[in-house]
């Protein structure tokens, strides 16, 4: 990191040397660390990005490995690829400088796109979206079949969605390239992704194919039921909807008893395909191509229309809508609509109605100057004469076939709008009964799915008490498990001690205390007065205690007898007692270079016995306090999940309900729908005809029709 710095002087490549490295706000270069490499960003001038990855571990093979890689990915030619997966990599010996010293480094192509987890979360509901995205995966791994190359790591965190859904492989650090044919594996990939039987050895074109099976299988299962993402995805877990636990343990494992019990049949079989690897032997997976297919959804479709009648009416509401008779007024009417003339031809009655209304105009003035007739009766004489030349106008012009065949139309339409008044408010009805089915099926998917998680809590909480509880059993058991061998040890050191410190009181024991005339300041008067004492042999007493004198410069010797009791003997005085002691000294460092160094076979049998007898009663006890454990954390397993496969089945019976109850209201509300457009259409039709009468055979227009016969 303080390397980077300075890309001019660390760095070698052009692309790298005139970059812009990221920069965290504080700490200097910005990092991604891994297991044994960091990764940095840097701009180039060009304005392209490069990932440059600095490895932390030092590794032999490092080069040979890398320039295999880099070669097979440079040689594959985009239009034979399915998308644009491969993401370039260039393998620099002199990577960066660092310290007066070169360092390797891989210059890769910075990709941009969202890790498979983020873009499932926010797709998960987009059934079409998910499914594209099996099918993408699938071939990108067909691609790498083909080619002969395995990723080593394929996992949610290696795939990046791209901006147009397509997919990006990273991280080639562990990939087989035919030229490292032979050689073992790096490393062996995420542990919720691999088979259980997966090793080192397995480093060949096959070994992606466990992985591949289990993300197709997630994302194909994702695409069918939504809800098992929320189910199974643990929003912090490092997996999709599967994970080691379930390849380890599938028969207590929740999620394969949803998959492989699912009501979608075509889930159950891929599933089941996918559960028949697990024991398999990580070579022997066959590819993802012998997956059976997950057909793709069928949007919902709105039913062909109805077949209709000549008149315009769906087949199926004929005898319940009127339809108008074939009569020459309707010919007529027609005709009209068709033409837009109006009155056609003037008939002598149309003339002599329009003389009377004239007539009667004139009326009210005749009458008015017959003064002979009083005031009222003139009124109404002329009131009257009025209302019989309108009368007879009004008469006259609603006779006209043209008039009578309007009107004809007009009632039909009538008829037949009046007739769709119950289809309309029935689909209404059905309208709000599909709104209300479809809350009450996402209040009831609710419940359920926080039933489900409330369920997975309660296993999860049981389980970690069953753990808990027999950790709290076991801890003091295995504490003193392992201090045994201690013990053990300590005991028979203590043994030989024992042993030791025998033989040597033995070899105290065996010499008189006669022998310490040979020293040149014992006589016998002093060795008679140590006989006199009790001190017999040299384990008779066991050292010497100083005492300082309370008159002179000298000190008072005591010696310690074998029991503890302190003896001043006349005649030994500090000289003599310091003689005693250097003489036993000497007698026990003799006996202890005679002393045994082992124990003997009888008395290390006996303890080692002892010892073996409570290592087998603690394992004993924590074998039990285990298998009562798992027998419980089995119960809870299989009554959670029991609980689980009731609810989800629960969950499907009612989503097969509902799914059954909206199509058959979807269906009624189609063929409904055509009654209500046709009910527009009659009310539009029936407001344009009434506008186009009151237009065409209105009083105004029959007076101008009379005056000029047009």
């Known amino acids: 990191m303080e390397a980077l710095q300075n890309p001019t002087l660390c760095f070698e490549d052009p692309d790298l040397k005139y970059g812009t ?29 490069y990932a440059l990855k600095c490895f932390t571990r030092d590794s032999s093979t490092l080069e040979a490995r890398y320039q295999a890689i880099s070669k097979q990915i440079a040689s594959l030619k985009p239009g034979k690829l399915s998308q644009p997966w491969p993401v370039g990599i260039d393998y620099l010996p002199r990577g960066v400088l660092v310290a007066g010293h070169w360092y390797p480094a891989l210059k890769m192509a910075w990709v941009e796109g969202t890790s498979l987890i983020t873009w499932i979360d926010r797709n998960v509901r987009d059934t079409a979206a998910v499914l594209t995205m099996a099918e993408r995966f699938a071939a990108l791994v067909a691609d790498m079949e083909k080619l002969g190359l395995a990723h080593g790591d394929l996992q949610h965190g290696n795939l990046l969605v791209a901006a147009d859904g397509t997919l990006r492989l990273v991280d080639y650090d562990g990939m087989y390239v035919s030229a490292l044919k032979g050689r073992g594996a790096t490393e062996n990939g995420h542990r919720n992704y691999q088979s259980p039987a997966r090793t080192s050895a397995d480093f060949g074109p096959t070994m992606d194919r466990f992985s591949a099976w289990v993300i197709y299988l997630s994302l194909a299962a994702i695409a069918a039921d939504p809800s098992l993402w929320d189910q199974l995805h643990d929003k ?14 599938p028969r207590s494992s929740p999620a394969w008893s949803l998959l492989l019990t699912h009501a979608d049949p075509d889930l159950r079989t891929l599933a089941a395909q996918t559960h028949g690897h697990l024991a398999a032997a990580a070579c022997s997976v066959p590819p993802l191509s012998t997956a059976g297919a997950i057909p793709k959804p069928i949007p919902a479709q709105r039913p062909a229309p109805a077949a209709t009648l000549q ?26 609509a068709a033409s837009g003339t109006g009155f056609t031809r003037r008939h002598p009655a149309d003339v002599l109605s329009g003389v ?24 109404a004489a002329q009131l009257g004469a009025l209302l019989l030349s309108g009368g007879a106008l009004h008469s006259t012009r609603r006779s006209r076939p043209e008039a009578k065949a309007s009107k004809a139309r007009m009632r039909a339409l009538q008829q037949q709008v009046d007739a769709l008044q119950d289809p309309v408010a029935e689909a209404q009805k059905i309208h709000q009964e599909i709104e209300a089915l479809s809350a009450a099926g ?47 040890q300590k005991q028979l050191d203590t043994a030989l001690a024992s042993a030791v410190r025998a033989h040597v009181q033995d070899r105290l024991r065996r010499t008189p205390i006669q022998d310490v005339k040979k020293l040149s300041n014992m006589g016998s008067g002093t060795v008679a007065t140590l006989i006199a004492a009790g001190i017999r042999t040299a384990a008779d007493f066991t050292g010497v205690r100083y005492v300082q ?36 000294a000497a007698l026990e460092q003799r006996a202890r270079k005679s002393a045994p160094t082992s124990l003997g076979a009888q008395e290390r049998t006996a303890i080692r016995q002892q010892f073996a007898a409570q290592k087998k009663k603690y394992e004993t006890e924590i074998t039990q306090a285990e298998s009562v454990a798992r027998r419980k954390h089995d119960q809870v397993q299989q ?58 055979f209105g009083l105004r227009r029959y007076l101008r029709f009379i005056a000029t016969g047009h």
């Open 21 to 49: 490295v990221q920069q965290s706000p504080v700490l200097g270069p910005k990092v991604i660390s891994g297991n044994f490499a960091s990764v940095f960003s840097i701009a180039a001038p060009g304005g392209q990005r």
């Open 236 to 249: 912090q877990g490092e997996f999709l909807i599967l994970k080691e636990d379930d390849f380890e343990e």
């Open 311 to 336: 008149s315009g009416t769906p087949a199926w509401l004929a005898g319940h809508v009127p339809q108008p008779q074939s009569t020459p007024a309707a010919s007529s009417a027609s005709t009209v």
């Open 356 to 379: 009377f209304a004239l007539a009667g105009s004139f009326a009210p003035a005749t009458l008015t100057g017959v003064s002979v007739l009083p005031n009222g009766y003139a009124a």
């Open 442 to 488: 996402a209040s009831r998917d609710t419940r359920i799915n926080q039933q489900i998680k409330n369920l997975q809590t309660e296993l999860r909480d049981e389980q970690a008490r069953i753990t808990v509880t027999l950790n709290k059993e076991t801890g003091s058991l295995r504490t003193k498990l392992s201090g045994l061998s201690t013990r053990e």
């Open 549 to 584: 004198g309370a008159r002179y410069a000298n000190r008072d010797a005591y010696l310690i007898l074998a029991n503890g009791q302190q003896v001043k003997i006349p005649g030994v005085a500090e000289v003599r007692a310091a003689t005693l002691e250097n003489w036993r």
């Open 639 to 696: 009554r959670i999940t029991t609980r689980l496969q009731q609810a989800n089945k629960e969950k499907q019976q009612q989503q097969t309900a509902t799914q059954h109850q909206r199509a058959v209201l979807h269906q009624r509300q189609s063929r409904l729908s055509d009654a209500t457009t046709i009910h527009a259409r009659l009310v539009t039709q029936l407001a344009v005809a009434t506008a186009d009468h009151r237009r065409t």
